[in-house]
């Protein structure tokens, strides 16, 4: 297998650059006070796409209401915009968006890529024949068409058995065969709302995005989005996970884990810092007590993805 250097990778992002234009994204979760996690994605996507006098765009993936905390999505981007953050465009926001999802998938029922699905979660694991990506593997029950008068509850992806195979900008080759690994899956949900994996592939879509550059926990879902890519005819983005940071109970910082790696106006620039130094970008220790505008520059004119360390870790705010 051949290794590039991270010189290599630089040039490689920075020449992709010189023949079309790099459009990146940020698409924050509302479900919670923007923490240490977001704010890698949203610094990471943010340095790769303007280092190279691209566009950053920002969405709101705020398609499971139930999940969504009210008011979350205006305090981060009034965060954002204190730490500096400028986004190109209009913010889009998921929840504006059903009547798109829809016509997508009537697409690809029209294509014959969809199927109806009657079964129920406990049903699936009953008969899942190992576990998969997702806890489980859908076995296929209804491909053929849903059983008796049994009533029709999401509507799933068909899938081969094949593997996908990705190069990921900081993990490297990614594999999943998604037959095996994961099964046929849903793009309408039993409740009536569409699927991450089916909105985040239309949305980047319909934004033009060049490149995709998010948390590490996404690797796995990526498979699934290139297929559905491949379904539509079009080509994939780019892709490059950002190293997962955990806090000291070893869980990954998130909004559930409690207050921790939180960002405020008033830590905004010693987490950028952080958010710096985790991403391996070694800013000089003159910039430590810099401003949050002051850091964000310095990013611009010296990001290397190349530097990312491959490596999901444990990170301390002590
Ligand atoms: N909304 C997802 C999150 O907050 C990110 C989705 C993506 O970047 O594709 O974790």
Not at 303 to 309: A, D, L, T
């Given at each position: 297998m051949l290794v590039a250097s991270s010189a290599d990778m630089d040039n490689l992002i920075k020449n992709a650059s010189n023949s079309e234009p790099v459009i990146g994204r940020f698409a924050p979760s509302p479900t919670g006070p923007l923490h240490f996690g977001t704010l890698l994605a949203a610094l990471g996507s943010y340095l790769q796409a303007k280092s190279c006098a691209g566009s950053w765009f920002l969405r709101i993936e705020d398609l499971d209401p139930p999940r969504v905390v009210p008011g979350a999505a205006d305090a981060m981007l009034r965060l954002l915009e204190q730490l500096g953050f400028e986004w190109d465009g209009d913010i889009i926001y998921q929840s504006h968006r059903y009547k798109r999802y829809q016509q997508i998938l009537d697409q690809l029922r029209e294509q014959g890529e969809v199927f109806a699905c009657s079964c129920s979660r406990k049903e699936i694991l009953a008969s899942a024949p190992h576990p998969g990506e997702e806890g489980f593997v859908y076995p296929g029950t209804c491909r053929e068409g849903i059983r008796g008068s049994r009533s029709e509850r999401a509507i799933r992806l068909r899938v081969p058995d094949e593997e996908i195979i990705y190069h990921d900008g900081i993990f490297g080759e990614q594999r999943q065969n998604l037959e095996r690994d994961v099964g046929d899956f849903v793009l309408h949900r039993a409740d009536g709302l569409f699927a991450y994996q089916l909105a985040v592939v239309v949305d980047d879509i319909d934004a033009g995005i060049t490149q995709v550059v998010r948390g590490a926990d996404l690797l796995l879902s990526t498979p699934r989005q290139i297929y559905l890519y491949r379904c539509l005819n079009l080509v994939p983005p780019d892709y490059f996970h950002l190293p997962l940071a955990f806090g000291n109970n070893g869980k990954k910082l998130s909004k559930r884990n409690g207050d921790m790696g939180l960002i405020t106006r008033e830590n905004g620039s010693n987490m950028l810092w952080k958010g710096l130094v985790f991403l391996g970008q070694s800013p000089p220790e003159e910039l430590f007590n810099s401003t949050p505008g002051e850091l964000l520059c310095w990013g611009r004119e010296n990001?290397?993805?190349?530097?990312?360390?491959a490596e999901n870790r444990q990170i301390n705010f002590a």
């Open positions: 990001y290397h993805p190349g530097k990312i360390p």
